[in-house]
């Protein structure tokens, strides 16, 4: 465990911001093969530890077939790309796609990632018969790299940071006229990373259903892991609509505190990365797209070590979760915040894992 203070941002005024919700896309995923929804878990031995009413976990170890949550996002901005293409910027229905791909030419997809995302493209690519080159970093792990190959996909490796690994993908769907499908934004490139950030409001409005079966009438935080920033831009969105919302807090590893060196700063800001257990968080610059509703609508930031977010990982994994470092950072977080800052007694907190421990392998010296 860190023995370090952690580094805590706080905004007490994104309470009061509000937002309008993004769009719904339950109802495309729901008639996507294989869909179901993901579990939601609570657990009382953590409620007690933090000091907190209830605990809830909703558990994105097995998404369609993949290990983490990145499909969700990656389907839906697929089918809006692919269709807006063609000319059908409306369709949003996988019949409707499936109708485009008998009179249409196929397409290659890039992407890429430090694992999850790119993983998910490729996926999505092969089941609509079209083809993905991925492009990654050389310091992701070994089984991440496989998976991505297993998928179908080229993959192609770069020994470079993650934001330049992204430049360089950009770059080559643009020479090769195939489609970027990107979870982060830059200028001239914000429509398909909106429709990745609309894919994910699908898990959040699962886990409302979820909790309201299991009886929670308010919750009062929810954690998020964050790497660019595009799911907490879904969670902010999603939370931010309404006036009951809960507080906000943004989970990232120490080796790769983009967003909270943003926020401390005011402005969104590039920072050195490190190598990190949380892979798919190393990420050096927030999206450019979701950057103001960060600013705005988050209410605690906080960095972990890796130490701590192995911890998480096996403590989860005793408690019947299935949860690789990324996902398990959002339980170093809350443990972070509870140790400076007491947590209220009665308040309901939801932990999205946004990944099982397939997805991300703890490294030999974590196992």
């Known amino acids: 465990m860190s023995t370090q203070s952690p580094v805590i941002y706080r905004n007490p005024a994104a309470r009061e911001w509000s937002t309008p919700r993004t769009a719904d896309t ?51 901005a697929i089918a809006r790309a ?13 019949d409707a796609v499936r109708a485009l791909l008998n009179t249409e030419p196929p397409l290659e997809f890039v992407a890429a990632t ?41 993959r192609i490796e ?34 398909v990373p909106q429709w990745i950030v609309d894919g994910y409001s699908t898990l959040l409005a699962e886990a409302d259903a979820q909790l309201s079966a299991a009886g929670v009438a308010r919750l009062d935080a929810v954690a998020v892991p964050v790497g660019v920033g595009s799911l907490a831009q879904a969670v902010v969105t999603h939370y931010r609509s309404h006036p009951d919302a809960p507080s906000v807090v943004s989970v990232e590893p120490e080796a790769a505190p983009a967003i909270l060196a943003s926020l401390q700063a005011g402005r969104a800001v590039s920072v050195s990365t490190r190598p990190t257990i949380m892979a798919g968080l190393n ?66 907190v939801l932990l999205l894992s946004t990944e099982g421990r397939a997805a991300n392998p703890l490294p030999t010296r974590f196992a």
């Open 26 to 76: 339950l109802a495309f995923h729901e008639s996507l093969p294989g869909y179901a929804v993901t579990p939601l878990v609570e657990l009382p031995e953590l409620a007690t530890e933090l000091g907190v009413g209830r605990v809830f976990v909703k558990v994105e170890a097995s998404r369609m077939g993949l290990p983490a949550f990145k499909i969700l996002g990656a389907s839906y």
């Open 82 to 94: 692919f269709a807006q293409r063609h000319g059908e910027s409306d369709v949003v229905s996988p």
């Open 114 to 154: 430090d694992g999850n995302h790119g993983r998910a493209v490729a996926r999505v690519a092969a089941m609509l018969g079209m083809s993905a080159r991925i492009f990654t970093p050389a310091d992701i792990s070994a089984a991440a790299k496989e998976a991505i190959e297993h998928e179908g996909a080229v």
């Open 158 to 191: 770069l020994d470079a940071p993650y934001d330049d690994v992204v430049t360089a993908a950009a770059r080559d769907a643009d020479a090769r006229g195939a489609l970027i499908i990107q979870d982060t934004s830059w200028e001239g490139y914000e429509q």
């Open 283 to 348: 990420c050096g610059t927030p999206t450019e797209l979701g950057w103001p509703t960060l600013l705005a609508g988050l209410d605690t930031a906080v960095a972990v070590s890796d130490e701590d977010a192995a911890r998480a990982v096996h403590d989860l994994e005793r408690l019947g979760v299935d949860s690789g470092p990324c996902g398990a950072a959002t339980l170093a977080g809350m443990r972070a915040l509870a140790s400076v800052d007491p947590l209220l007694a009665g308040s309901t």
